[in-house]
């Protein structure tokens, strides 16, 4: 069943090469840059393989499959997470775009993304969803009295005009434009739409750039609309019909962060691997030690499952919700597990900057966060179990 095709082995070792070439040496310098900095030039070269819009949907010149994007995100994230991450908002936002029914637009939008990428300038994309005080009410079906929305739209002839801040955007200072989720004439979330925006519209504003303590060549940023005015023609779903369109989202988003979960566990382990070749105590390399043994099969064992276990959810068709949350929290927890190992593998080495391991750590402590808490998605997982012996709370 898990059997990769010639295809995508040709493109695991593809990203693999380019990944080792080029991600693995700007990692260190992209976690130590200032907030919100990125590297256009490693953006560029990533687009010429086709990962800035390989997601596209395939009349738009997209050519990867889910399978084909989390084969991509691991290799990428064995060196730089906060890169992989980086893609995969992109991604995000694309997907948000691609699944509406606003034909319209997405033509434009796709056909001058394809265009500026065939010249050397990459074109991101951001999602502005969450907010400092509501993010996962979106998600939780338990939830029946979900926090207000702060950013809303009130009509006004045949345009809509957007107020509030948004929170934790994913390369929001880099986008040429977002997808952003309001409440129509008030804050409840039976009014939730989606708006496509240029990040050149009139009342957007970046208000901070958030200095985090992993993923750090993925900008996180804070930004607010002030009487920003949206044409109809920019809408990317119906009023009040954004919650199937956030669903979809949230469980691509999981597959996602679950693959650069699995990275990162890969990349930690490897690193700990070699250490403990290299390391001579009591006149030989540790991992004669049989603690040490069973350490390292243990981190080879839990990335298997944690890989396997992602390739399943992203293979599904259409993407399930409860798949892609298991695979997140398993991946997630296996990558903390194991970068936390490897630190203590290497000892008081691993807690320096230059072991790399540090690095490992604090990058898979953010996977435990993002697109979900764990701690939601198992909520996600568990609930199909309730809803279908009658026990459910809430929406579907």
Same mark, same amino acid.
């Given at each position: 069943? /898990?059997?990769?095709?010639?295809?995508?082995?040709?493109?695991?070792?593809?990203?693999?090469?380019?990944?080792?070439?080029?991600?693995?040496?700007?990692?260190?310098?992209?976690?130590?840059?200032?907030?919100?900095?990125?590297?256009?030039?490693?953006?560029?070269?990533?687009?010429?393989?086709?990962?800035?819009?390989?997601?596209?949907?395939?009349?738009?010149?997209?050519?990867?499959?889910?399978?084909?994007?989390?084969?991509?995100?691991?290799?990428?994230?064995?060196?730089?997470?906060?890169?992989?991450?980086?893609?995969?908002?992109?991604?995000?936002?694309? *997907?948000?775009?691609?699944?509406?029914?606003?034909?319209?637009?997405?033509?434009? #939008? /796709?056909?001058?993304?394809?265009?500026?990428?065939?010249?050397?300038?990459?074109?991101?994309?951001?999602?502005?969803?969450?907010?400092?005080?509501? &993010? !996962?009410?979106?998600?939780?079906?338990?939830?029946?009295?979900?926090?207000?929305?702060?950013?809303?739209?009130?009509?006004?002839?045949?345009?809509?005009?957007?107020?509030?801040?948004?929170?934790?955007?994913?390369?929001?200072?880099?986008?040429?434009?977002?997808?952003?989720?309001?409440? #129509?004439?008030?804050?409840?979330?039976?009014?939730?739409?989606? /708006?496509?925006?240029?990040?050149?519209?009139?009342?957007?504003?970046?208000?901070?750039?958030?200095?985090?303590?992993?993923?750090?060549?993925?900008?996180?940023?804070? /930004?607010?609309?002030?009487?920003? #005015?949206?044409?109809?023609?920019?809408?990317?779903?119906?009023?009040?019909?954004?919650?199937?369109?956030?669903?979809?989202? !949230?469980? !691509?988003?999981?597959?996602?962060?679950?693959?650069?979960?699995?990275?990162?566990?890969?990349?930690?382990?490897?690193?700990?691997?070699?250490?403990?070749?290299?390391?001579?105590?009591?006149?030989?390399?540790?991992?004669?030690?049989?603690?040490?043994?069973?350490?390292?099969?243990?981190?080879? !064992?839990?990335?298997?499952?944690?890989?396997?276990?992602?390739?399943?959810?992203?293979?599904?068709?259409?993407?399930?919700? *409860?798949?892609?949350?298991?695979?997140?929290?398993?991946?997630?927890?296996?990558?903390?597990?194991?970068?936390?190992?490897?630190?203590?593998?290497? &000892?008081?080495?691993?807690?320096?900057?230059?072991?790399? *391991?540090?690095?490992?750590?604090?990058?898979?402590?953010?996977?435990?966060?993002?697109? &979900?808490?764990?701690?939601?998605?198992?909520?996600?997982?568990?609930?199909?179990?309730?809803?279908?012996?009658?026990?459910?709370?809430?929406?579907?």
């Amino acid at each position: 069943m /898990f059997e990769l095709t010639e295809e995508q082995r040709a493109l695991q070792d593809s990203i693999r090469r380019f990944a080792r070439r080029e991600v693995r040496w700007q990692a260190r310098k992209l976690d130590t840059a200032p907030p919100g900095t990125v590297d256009w030039e490693l953006l560029r070269k990533s687009g010429d393989l086709g990962l800035l819009s390989g997601r596209l949907p395939p009349q738009h010149q997209g050519t990867m499959s889910m399978l084909d994007a989390v084969l991509a995100l691991e290799e990428l994230a064995h060196w730089d997470s906060g890169t992989a991450t980086l893609l995969a908002a992109n991604s995000q936002a694309q *997907a948000a775009l691609a699944h509406s029914c606003n034909t319209a637009l997405k033509d434009r #939008v /796709f056909a001058d993304l394809i265009a500026a990428e065939a010249n050397g300038e990459p074109v991101f994309g951001a999602v502005g969803l969450t907010e400092r005080h509501v &993010g !996962s009410d979106f998600l939780n079906p338990l939830v029946e009295d979900p926090a207000p929305m702060m950013m809303v739209a009130r009509r006004r002839g045949g345009d809509y005009v957007l107020s509030g801040r948004k929170a934790y955007c994913a390369g929001g200072n880099i986008a040429k434009w977002l997808c952003v989720f309001a409440t #129509v004439d008030g804050r409840s979330l039976e009014g939730l739409t989606g /708006f496509w925006i240029p990040a050149d519209a009139q009342g957007f504003h970046v208000s901070a750039i958030l200095p985090t303590m992993g993923l750090r060549g993925c900008p996180l940023v804070e /930004f607010y609309l002030e009487g920003t #005015v949206v044409p109809r023609e920019h809408m990317i779903t119906a009023e009040g019909e954004a919650h199937t369109l956030i669903q979809t989202l !949230s469980a !691509s988003g999981r597959c996602q962060a679950a693959a650069i979960a699995v990275g990162i566990a890969r990349g930690a382990f490897e690193l700990a691997r070699q250490h403990t070749l290299n390391r001579l105590q009591g006149g030989g390399p540790i991992i004669q030690h049989q603690i040490v043994q069973q350490m390292l099969a243990d981190m080879a !064992s839990q990335i298997e499952a944690a890989r396997l276990l992602t390739h399943k959810a992203a293979a599904g068709q259409p993407l399930a919700m *409860a798949a892609c949350a298991m695979a997140k929290v398993f991946a997630s927890d296996t990558a903390v597990k194991v970068a936390n190992d490897a630190v203590q593998l290497m &000892g008081a080495f691993g807690t320096t900057l230059k072991s790399g *391991a540090e690095k490992y750590y604090r990058d898979a402590k953010m996977t435990q966060i993002y697109e &979900g808490t764990n701690e939601l998605c198992r909520l996600a997982i568990v609930y199909p179990m309730l809803r279908d012996t009658g026990l459910a709370p809430g929406k579907d």
